[in-house]
């Protein structure tokens, strides 16, 4: 006699059902000429006390990206982005929006 599936079928349903009940958040990093990679890159513009806001290069938010799961964005600030090294798109950033 074949064991039953019964059991599974019952527990990937509401698996399924709670995935679908939440959507996937967006990550999203900021870069800006005056950023600075140390910081970690969730805000727009550099806090009062200059000790968090965007990063310096779109190297260091790809970096920050790779790993996470969901919807991910790079958002570029006013003003002129150098890059110091080519930027370097492989398959574990597709997705990302730039």
Do not use: C
Request: charged fraction near 20%; hydrophobic fraction near 40%.
């Amino acid at each position: 006699m074949k064991p039953s599936r019964k059991p599974l079928m019952m527990l990937a349903l509401p698996v399924a059902v709670m995935s679908a009940s939440f959507p996937a958040q967006t990550k999203t990093v900021y870069v800006a000429p005056n950023g600075n990679d140390k910081w970690m890159g969730t805000l727009p513009a550099a806090n009062a006390a200059k000790t968090n806001g965007p990063f310096a290069s779109l190297g260091k938010a790809r970096d920050v990206l790779r790993g996470t799961t969901g919807e991910k964005k790079i958002v570029l600030r006013g003003g002129t982005h150098f890059l110091r090294t080519p930027l370097e798109l492989w398959a574990q950033d597709s997705g990302l929006k730039i």
